[in-house]
Each structure stands twice: as structure tokens, then as C-alpha cells.
């Protein structure tokens, strides 16, 4: 279908933070690393754009809900990396409990006949 | 930590570390695109395309992490400041004018604030209530015929006090104030300005003294019983340095001593608004203040009154003014029956005189009446100057804009946010607003200085309580700004929305859009000259009505004439003994080298007193219901021939008028067309009909019509007798005016006059001393402060006009540049380019010319009393502002036409 293809790797508003914070609820990561790994753990169907990915992360960081520290890369690059502070935890678990129950109400919308 | 915590603490942050910050993103993002060209093999070119617009990014991120509205604003000021920096002139011109035209407007509303509006800094001045004419000053002596009375006498104040029971308490001031030679402990005389008040005066104004006491109701036992001094804040601070000690120790005058028991709060400066007083003294002292005179008891047996005090009263609680009002006019109907009951059947009228209650919230002062209708004429050109500079930063703001246009394309194509551009374009305008605001706040310090300077008279500052109006200030500066605004921002809005590629190409939508700003731009430099007209119109009728003044034909010459006033009662001279003094006194001056001729007068050439009588004239018998009236003089031998007025018939007043001679008179041409009509006046009689005075005078002598009390009023019907020929036995003039015609320069002979009087007697006070040239000055005052301001807005206006009509036609003919260029390649001549150019500036000049002349017509209403000599329809001065403003617009136009004019039709051509 020719608007779905359209709306490919669009991100429901309002999700992208959350989706942030679970990219780093394992470790830390750079951004190129977020990006990639939403791109992956979606099966490739989000794509973060890299317009949106750095205000956003910069404002995470501002609220405190992530920190960031110079470090190296995997190819011996400088790259800034950003891990997750107790309440960006805090802030992923409330925010994961939330899309949960909103996804779930609206699959049930979707499949009930 | 708490989340906001955490924000603030980065936010605060990030200003100091902008330039780290700043690297760090663009070295992330750099990592960002090495790492999808490697991983995902990506080229250069699909890495930009991935990351869009690269600046509006770093912009997104950066306003995460700083105050972004407080940094990105001073980030605009900064850029505003190097963008007006860059068009000095232009930031200069502009900020100077806003501000004159603020600074200018706030100090003269503040001045009338001072003299019109503004209450007295007491307790409770909106209960004070005055029962006199706030207007009037000095010393009245005579009987008043009906209206309301100006002034009272001290017995008439006494008594109203303890009568009236509408007012809690009443007091009284000296009407006007005395500069005296004192001593402070037997130091060198040196001159201190003294006002009589009556005890209670300090307590019924409410206002405790900073240091010692006050005086009180116990200080008015009887005359000389009270000899205590007062003195003003500043006069403490300037003569005695802010000390203590000043209690401790006393003044002299003419022979009494005054200890000095208290000073006053600053900021008092008195109930007067003008007069600076030194040193408050008690009404009892009167008789040794002025000496030979005694005015603290009313005369049953005379009709005269000598009428001196200015009296005020505190409403009792729950009255008002109408109340108190009443009850005056039945106690006073009462005092006048019983003091005047000698008088009444013969002269009825005696009892039309009144009291009138006026509110006393705002003092008295001579100031209000003379420089109202000045202050608002001022203003009113002060409020015209700020539109007039107001629209000149519209305009100038406006050419910038349009020339700015392809820089902020420019900007906008780079990735600048609109909505930051406006807002720099929004900073410039603030930063023009507030640098005006702070010169303008300055200006109008100075301006009030500068004023008060201009509208005394020499020696005698005008003390005022008078403070630049912050309110009115906030309120110019806003207008200001809100002008600067909205012409700031209606560029900003029109470029920002321009079409990039077509502005950035410098096609057709270029061309429209400079006409827009063109057109604009010429709408506002209409207004200016619509302003500047009415400026210099009114420049001009003050310039001409100052002219006029000056060169009015007094009916005798005005050059080479000094007059000093001598007071001899001070030297304690007796009434009879003073025929011998003031001709001693004459023989000496005459003596002086240089000196031509002396002679000397009662009231003398404007010297600030009057007569008028009364009078019945033979063969003349008045309209019913009119009382024949003229003004006198008593003068000495020669008045006529030394002061220069011509003798039309018979003889000038002689040697011979003296004591025990026929009582004559001469009288002026005025007086011979009123009342004679035609008829020969000499050898016929004229009758003073003051009934303490009333003498039959021979008419010797007609002389021409002389100005010597008022400039612009017409010479009014006069008499003058013999001064040394007494009206009563002893009857001389208690002071007197002598007139000195010198062969050069009057002042010279000033110095050498004052030896003289001293050398007669070393206690004869010296009133006055001064050229005519310098009294006539003191009469043209106000004309003076109006032309001179009225020349300098119209000045700068006109120059700010002439630059911003420069500025439009520079900004028209570099848009038109490549069109001109084709016009020059055709073939069409460059005497024509630059008549065309010049034509255009006459077209903007004459639409303001249009508006401009009937505006200031209908304006001319407010200043029409002002006027002497010419209407304000004078062809003249509409003939010279047309004239003016055309040469200027001519001269405006000859730079950008002659510029024009030398375009390089190739280079023109080959700029598109």
C-alpha cells in the first residue's frame, strides 16, 4: 500500500524519548549507537532521524534523566556517550508502563470486531 | 537532585562554557557522520542529505541547554549594536534626536508640574486655603473700590483670624520677599533674602525644623518682640556649612540682631513657588525690616490700607471651601462696616471689596502666571520636536530594512530562523530606544537647568522644588519605543517574507519591494517637513515677535540710560528731610565723569511700581457709571528733557516746583486726546480724587506718549507732578528712581553711582541698579525663552528633515541605479536625471508644506496671545518657512541627484 510505504520508519510522537531510554537501559552508548539500535530492535522498521536524535538526547540530559562522559569508540574514535541516571530509570519504567497499557488499548481496539 | 534543580544547574551552566559546548556538538555530530560513511558506506553528499539542515540543528540543540530566550536576546543586541555601529551617522543622528525630543518634553512637563500643578510638600496642603491672589506680590498701599482684594493688611489678618471659625488656624507670609544686606556675627555685609511670616506659620504649615525650633504663635508679641531667624537647607549648607553650631549665632540688620534658632527640612522651600528665601523672619519685625515704615496697625482715620500679606487658612475639620466661604463673607462685610465707617457715606463703594477663598494646596506664586501659558507653548514644541524625531527613526529605519533586504535573504537561506531575525531587527530598535532613553533622561536634567537659567531674570535664580517627571519619562521613552518597534518590525516582517531566490537574484521582486519601502519611505519624510513647518513657523513668530519688542518705539531712547532705586528711609532719615536728600543725592551722581544728565521719578522707567488715582478733569465730564482714572508719576526737574520724551506743549516739570509753589502737572498725549479732546490742556486743572491726598493740579506742560511700565500694552493716559512738590505737608516719595543719561556705555557709571549714595550716606540702600537696556531685558524674558527654543527645535528639525530626505533619495536612486543607467545609455541627458531627482524632493516637500502650514495655522490659537506685532497668518514668516524648506529639500536632493547624474550606464548594466 502506497501510504504505509510513505509512513515507513516514522516514529509515533512522543515515543522517541522512551525509545532513547531503553537504548541505554543496558548500557551506555554513543549516538550513532542509539540510532542503530533502535533501527535493529525495531526490525528495521523505525529510523531515528539524526535531526531529531540530538536535541533530543541534549534534553534528556538537561532533565537529568541521562548523563554523558567523553569516551572512546569501538574504532578508537572520540565519541560522547550517554547512560542512563537513577531517574531516567525511573522516567523509562513509568514511560515503558504507560506505552504498554496505551498499545495495548489501541491493539484491542484494532482487533476486537 | 529534583529535575528543574538539575536544568538550572546546566542551564546556568552553558553561558560560561558556550564556546565548549558548542565544540563538543559539532565534534558529536562529526562522529555521527563518520560512523554511517563507515558503517554504512555512505557517501559525503547522502551523509549531508541524511543530517538536513546542519545550522538549524546545532541551533535546536543549543537551545536545549541555554536560557535560549535571555542568550539569544543579548546575542541580538550585540549584533544590533554592530549593525548601528557600522551606520554611525545614522545611530547618532537618530539616538540624539529621540533623545532631545524626550529629554525635552519630560523636563518641561516637569517644570510645570513645579509651577502649576504640583501641592506644597506640607501636611495636608488640600486643606490650606488662601484668601488673597496667589498671583500678586509687594506692597499695595491705597483704598480698594470692589472685587475681591489681593493682599490684606496685617490687622486684617489679625482679625480675621480670631473671628473666623471655619479654620483651625490661620497665617500669613510677606507677599513678596526682601534682599537685604545682613552680617552673620559682624562678618562684611553680604545680601540675604528674607521673608516675613507670621509666627504660627511653620506649625499650620506642618512642617517640623530639621534642627532647633521653629517659631511659634509666642513669637508675635507685639511689634520687634520676636527677633529669631529661620533658615533654608540650602542656605545652612552653602553659607554655614551643615553645622550645629549655627544655633549659636546671630545675623545683623539695619541695627538688630537675630538669633538664628532653627533650620528647615530640605525641600522646604516656603509657600511661595519661585522665590528663593534665605532666612524666615516674623511678621513683628516688620518695622525694623523695612525702617520709617509701620504697617502692623490699619490707620481708622485714613482709607488708605497698606495691603503686604499674603494670608492662608487650615480648614477646620468637616468644613469645605464653600462653608468657610460664607462665613468670611459675613465677618468680613462686618470688619469692613466698622473699619471703614468713617468713609462709607461719602464713598459707598468702599464696601464692594471682598474676600475670595481660593484652594491654597498649591502656595502662591508670581512664576504661575506669567509662565503657564510659555510652559505649555513649550511643550507643545518639545511633543512636535518628538514627532518629528520619531518619524525620522521610522523612516531611517525603514531605508535600512530595504537595504538590508539581501543580507537577511541571505541569512534566512542559511538556516536563520525567522522568528530570530525579527527579533534581531526588534533588538536594533530597542537598542536605538534605550541608548535615547538614558541621553534623554540626561537631556532632560540639563534642559531644566537650562530652562530656569532662561527664564530668570540676572541675579535672581528662580528657586524651584523641580525634579525631571519620571512618569511622563516612562511614558515618552514608551511611546518612543513603540514607535522604533513597529517601524522596526514592519521591515522585518516585509523582508522575511520576501521571496529568497528572488531577492537573492535581484529580480523583480527586489525592484517591488524597494518600491513599497520607496513609497514608505517618502510618506515619512512628508511628515517630518509636515512637523518641521510648524516648528519653524513658530520659530519665526517668536523670532518676529521678540524683534518687534525690542525694537518698539518707546517714545524716547532707551540707549545710554541707567536707574538705580534708593531706599533713604533705611539710612533713618526723616519724611522731611527728604526733598534735601534726593537732591543731594541728584547733585552727586550729575557730578560723575561721564554722566550727561540726572533726574528722578517715584515710579520711574520699569521699575516694578505704579500709581493710579482717580481723577476729575475740567471741561471733561465721564460716561455714567464710569469712573475717570489715570496713572501718575512724581518726577524731578527735567524728567521730560533727561529720560528724553519730547515736550509737545508748554513747559517740563522745573526747579521751580517746589514746596508752597502753584501745584502744576504735565500730562502725556494720551491723557490730552482722552480727556481733552482737542482743547487746549494747558492752563487748565485736573483733580486727584484720593481722598487722602486729593490736590487740584494746572496743566503745564503736554509730553509725548513714553512706555514705561509695560511693552505691549498701549500707552495708557498719565500725569506727572513735581516730586518734590509734596502732596501732603512731608508727603515725599519713600523711595525713589534715578534716571542717569551718560555720554557712553551706562553701566560704566554704576560702580561710581554707589560710591556716591554711600558717600551721602553709607545706610541708604541701593534697590536696584541697572542699565534700561537691562530692564528692558527683564520685560522680554518670556520672549526671549519662547524664540530662542522655538529657533532651536525648528533648527533641528529642519536638519533631521534635510537627512532624511538625503536618506530616501540615495536609497531611490541606488535602486533605480540599472535604470538609470539604460535612461543615461539611451541617450537621455543628465541635467534631466538630475531634475528629475530633484523634482521628486520638491514633491515630498510641498505634500509636508501642505499639511504642514494650515497644521500650524490651527495651531497658532495656542500661542496668539503671545504674539505682538504680527498675526500668525503672517505672509512673511509663511513666505520664509516655504522658502527655507524648499532650499532645503533642494540641497537634500543635490548629492543623491548629482550622483545619479555621474552613474556609469556600462557598469549600471552590468551590476544586474
Keep these: ?113 | 537532585m529534583p529535575e528543574w534543580l538539575s536544568t538550572l544547574r546546566l542551564r546556568t551552566r552553558s553561558p560560561l562554557r558556550r564556546d565548549q559546548l558548542d565544540r563538543d556538538l559539532a565534534e558529536e555530530l562529526e562522529f555521527h557522520a563518520a560512523m554511517m560513511a563507515e558503517k554504512r558506506g555512505l557517501s559525503t553528499r547522502e551523509v549531508g542529505r541524511a543530517f538536513g539542515n546542519r545550522t538549524a540543528l546545532k541551533e535546536s540543540c543549543r537551545e536545549t541547554w541555554t536560557f535560549a530566550a535571555v542568550e539569544a536576546f543579548f546575542q541580538d543586541l550585540r549584533y544590533a549594536w554592530r549593525t548601528l555601529a557600522r551606520g554611525k551617522a545614522f545611530a547618532i543622528l537618530a539616538v540624539l534626536l529621540l533623545a532631545l525630543g524626550m529629554g525635552a518634553t519630560t523636563a518641561i512637563f516637569g517644570l510645570l508640574d513645579a509651577v502649576l500643578l504640583k501641592g506644597l510638600p506640607v501636611r495636608e496642603p488640600n486643606r490650606l486655603v488662601l484668601f488673597t491672589d496667589p498671583a500678586e506680590s509687594g506692597v499695595s498701599i491705597g483704598a480698594d473700590y470692589g472685587g475681591p482684594r489681593s493682599l490684606l493688611s496685617y490687622e486684617e489678618f489679625i482679625t480675621l483670624r480670631s473671628r473666623l471659625r471655619s479654620f483651625s488656624d490661620m497665617f500669613a507670609v510677606d507677599s513678596g520677599y526682601r534682599r537685604l544686606n545682613a552680617m552673620v556675627d559682624g562678618s562684611a555685609p553680604e545680601e540675604v533674602r528674607f521673608r516675613l511670616v507670621s509666627g504660627n506659620y511653620f506649625t499650620v504649615l506642618g512642617v517640623p525644623p530639621l534642627i532647633g525650633r521653629a517659631f511659634t504663635a509666642a513669637d508675635e508679641h507685639g511689634p520687634g518682640s520676636a527677633p529669631y531667624a529661620v533658615l533654608n537647607y540650602a542656605y545652612w549648607r552653602d553659607r554655614f556649612g551643615l553645622s550645629a553650631d549655627v544655633l549659636n549665632r546671630k545675623l545683623q540688620l539695619f541695627g538688630t540682631s537675630y538669633q538664628i534658632i532653627g533650620v528647615m527640612p530640605p525641600g522646604f522651600l516656603g509657600e511661595n513657588v519661585g522665590d528663593l528665601v534665605n532666612v524666615w523672619l516674623p511678621l513683628v519685625m516688620q518695622p525694623q525690616v523695612r525702617l520709617g515704615q509701620f504697617w502692623l496697625t490699619d490707620n481708622p482715620a485714613k482709607v488708605d490700607r497698606v495691603m503686604w500679606l499674603q494670608v492662608f487658612g487650615r480648614l477646620r475639620d468637616g468644613v469645605n471651601l464653600r462653608q468657610a466661604q460664607t462665613e468670611t463673607d459675613v465677618v468680613w462685610r462686618q470688619m469692613t462696616e466698622a473699619s471703614f465707617s468713617r468713609f462709607v457715606s461719602s464713598q459707598p463703594q468702599i464696601l464692594k471689596q471682598a474676600l475670595k477663598l481660593r484652594p491654597g494646596e498649591q502656595g502662591t506664586s508670581a512664576l504661575r502666571s506669567q509662565f503657564t501659558e510659555p510652559l505649555y507653548v513649550l511643550l507643545a514644541i518639545a511633543g512636535v520636536l518628538l514627532l518629528t524625531a520619531c518619524a525620522n527613526i521610522a523612516g531611517l529605519l525603514l531605508a535600512r530594512a530595504a537595504a538590508r533586504q539581501k543580507e537577511v535573504a541571505m541569512r534566512i537561506a542559511l538556516g536563520a530562523g525567522r522568528l530570530r531575525l525579527i527579533r534581531q531587527f526588534i533588538a536594533e530598535s530597542l537598542l536605538v530606544s534605550l541608548a535615547a532613553a538614558i541621553a534623554g533622561g540626561l537631556i532632560a536634567i540639563l534642559a531644566i537647568r537650562a530652562i530656569i537659567g532662561l527664564a530668570s531674570e540676572p541675579g535672581d535664580l528662580i528657586s524651584l522644588n523641580v525634579h525631571p517627571d519620571w512618569r511622563l519619562f516612562a511614558f515618552t521613552s514608551g511611546v518612543a519605543s513603540l514607535a522604533t518597534l513597529i517601524f522596526g518590525l514592519a521591515p522585518a516582517l516585509m523582508s522575511t517574507r520576501a521571496n529568497l531566490n528572488q531577492v537573492l537574484k535581484g529580480t523583480a521582486a527586489n525592484v517591488a519591494g524597494g518600491s513599497a519601502s520607496a513609497h514608505a519611505g517618502r510618506i515619512v519624510v512628508a511628515t517630518q517637513i509636515a512637523f518641521s513647518t510648524v516648528l519653524l513657523m513658530a520659530a519665526g513668530w517668536f523670532a518676529i515677535t521678540l524683534r518687534n519688542l525690542e525694537r518698539l518705539d518707546l517714545g524716547y531712547s532707551a540707549e545710554r540710560l541707567t536707574e538705580i532705586r534708593v531706599d533713604p528711609l533705611t539710612a533713618r532719615f526723616s519724611r522731611q528731610q527728604l526733598a534735601t536728600v534726593y537732591d543731594e543725592l541728584k547733585q552727586r551722581l550729575v557730578q560723575i565723569p561721564g554722566v550727561r544728565a540726572v533726574t528722578f521719578s517715584k515710579n520711574g522707567l520699569f521699575g516694578g511700581s505704579d500709581s493710579q488715582d482717580e481723577i476729575s478733569v475740567e471741561g471733561y465730564t465721564a460716561p455714567s457709571g464710569e469712573q475717570s482714572s489715570s496713572r501718575w508719576d512724581r518726577v524731578g526737574p527735567s524728567y521730560l528733557s533727561v529720560v528724553g520724551i519730547p515736550l509737545l506743549a508748554g513747559r517740563d516739570i522745573g526747579l521751580e516746583d517746589q514746596a508752597g509753589a502753584r501745584r502744576v502737572c504735565v500730562i502725556n498725549r494720551a491723557f490730552a486726546e482722552k480727556f481733552f479732546r482737542g482743547r487746549d490742556p494747558i492752563g487748565r486743572h485736573i483733580t486727584d480724587e484720593y481722598p487722602d491726598t486729593r490736590v487740584t493740579l494746572e496743566v503745564v506742560g503736554v509730553a509725548g506718549d513714553a512706555r514705561d511700565r509695560k511693552l505691549r500694552e498701549k500707552v495708557e493716559p498719565m500725569f506727572y507732578i513735581p516730586a518734590l512738590q509734596p502732596l501732603v505737608a512731608g508727603g515725599y516719595p519713600d523711595a525713589m528712581n534715578y534716571q542717569i543719561r551718560t555720554f557712553a556705555n551706562p553701566s560704566s557709571v554704576i560702580e561710581a553711582a554707589r560710591k556716591q549714595i554711600a558717600a551721602a550716606n553709607p545706610n541708604i540702600r541701593v534697590m536696584f541698579a541697572r542699565t534700561l537696556g537691562e530692564l528692558l531685558a527683564n520685560q522680554t524674558l518670556r520672549d526671549r525663552l519662547l524664540a530662542r527654543l522655538a529657533l532651536v527645535s525648528g533648527a533641528l528639525a529642519l536638519v533631521i528633515t534635510c537627512f532624511g530626505l538625503y536618506a530616501v533619495l540615495s536609497f531611490s536612486v541606488a535602486r533605480r541605479t540599472s535604470e538609470i543607467g539604460i535612461r543615461l545609455a539611451l541617450g537621455a541627458r543628465k541635467d534631466r536625471i538630475v531634475r528629475d531627482i530633484i523634482r521628486e524632493a520638491l514633491f515630498v516637500a510641498l505634500v509636508g508644506l501642505g499639511f504642514g502650514v494650515p497644521i500650524a495655522l490651527a495651531a497658532s490659537t495656542l500661542v496668539r496671545s503671545r504674539l505682538f506685532g504680527l498675526s500668525a497668518a503672517d505672509p512673511v514668516t509663511i513666505a520664509a518657512v516655504i522658502t527655507v524648506l524648499t532650499i532645503a529639500a533642494v540641497a537634500s536632493a543635490l548629492v543623491p541627484a548629482l550622483r545619479a547624474a555621474g552613474i556609469d550606464p556600462i557598469r549600471a548594466l552590468r551590476c544586474e
Design chain 1, 1 to 113: 500500500m502506497g501510504s504505509s510505504d510513505a509512513r515507513s520508519g516514522e516514529l509515533l510522537p512522543g515515543t522517541l524519548e522512551m525509545l532513547i531510554l531503553k537504548a541505554l537501559a543496558r548500557s551506555p552508548k554513543h549516538g550513532y549507537a542509539i540510532a542503530e539500535f533502535i533501527h535493529a530492535a525495531s526490525d528495521e522498521v523505525l529510523r531515528v532521524e539524526e535531526g531529531a536524535l540530538y536535541p533530543a538526547l541534549h534534553r534528556l540530559e538537561l532533565r537529568g534523566l541521562l548523563a554523558s562522559e567523553w569516551g572512546t569508540s569501538e574504532n578508537n574514535r572520540r565519541a560522547k556517550y550517554y547512560q542512563l541516571t537513577d531517574s531516567g530509570k525511573k522516567q523509562l519504567a513509568s514511560e515503558a508502563r504507560y506505552w504498554r497499557r496505551m498499545l495495548g488499548a489501541v491493539m484491542q481496539v484494532i482487533e476486537s470486531s
